[in-house]
């Protein structure tokens, strides 16, 4: 099993659509968790840092559940430009700090 | 404005020649560290340095070599021996290394092997 793991997508929702992507991981020993959007051949640039049990920036919620393990990103009011891959990324004492990556869950907004 | 530059943007190699990465921050971080992301798949580590003169392997380090002589520098050398290098290849930075802060990233180098 994948310490980090998303679905690949893509998912295609229409603009103005709310959506919703899930990760799961691996070890309940993670201590903090983060989104990451990347644009198609760009770097990755952070969305959102998840530290309790969720947080909220404008259109976009994360939220945290320990018990099962998993992190959600829900994207409100969707807008063409937040086409992109979403990047779930766990931190944890048990690696150094380094930052484990999924694969990302690839989201298609269309007008 | 304080970033992270990497150069080039774009490298081409003949198979058996070594090439060198650039890395360079002016965030005034600590960490450093070298990723490699292949389509379709998640980030993966290859080097990092948590200080000056030292550095760590990651998870696929073989055929791959750096070096931490100042902290605003972490180059990364793909020799020879890596045997399928073609990949986007991405350099990071975090300030405290033993922290939970986020990594901020350079635009990436994409090198191709003819």
């Known amino acids: 099993r994948k310490e980090v793991e998303q679905d690949p997508g893509p998912f295609n929702v229409p603009e103005g659509a709310t959506v919703a992507f899930n990760c799961t991981y691996s070890?309940?020993?993670?201590?903090?968790f983060f989104w990451y959007r990347q644009d198609c051949r760009k770097e990755p640039k952070l969305l959102m840092s998840?530290?309790?049990?969720?947080n909220e920036d404008g259109r976009f919620t994360a939220q945290l559940n320990r018990a099962s393990q998993y992190i959600s990103l829900l994207i409100r009011d969707s807008k063409l430009s937040d086409s992109a891959t979403y990047l779930c990324?766990?931190?944890?004492?048990?690696?150094?700090?380094?930052?484990?990556w999924g694969a990302g869950t690839k989201l298609i907004i269309k007008p | 404005d304080g970033g992270i530059t990497q150069s080039p943007k774009y490298l081409f190699r003949k198979e058996g020649q070594n090439v060198t990465l650039s890395c360079e921050q002016n965030?005034?971080?600590?960490?450093m560290y070298w990723y490699r992301q292949d389509p379709g798949q998640g980030l993966r580590l290859i080097y990092y340095s948590q200080i000056v003169n030292d550095f760590q392997k990651g998870d696929i380090a073989e055929g791959y070599s750096v070096s931490r002589e100042k902290k605003e520098s972490f180059p990364l050398t793909v020799t020879s021996a890596q045997k399928n290098p073609t990949a986007f290849y991405l350099c990071a930075s975090k300030s405290g290394w033993g922290s939970y802060n986020e990594q901020f990233f350079g635009p990436g180098t994409r090198l191709t092997v003819l």
């Open positions: 070890n309940s020993a993670s201590q903090s």
């Open positions: 990324v766990v931190n944890a004492t048990y690696s150094n700090y380094q930052l484990i």
């Open positions: 998840v530290y309790s049990s969720g």
């Open positions: 965030l005034n971080h600590d960490a």
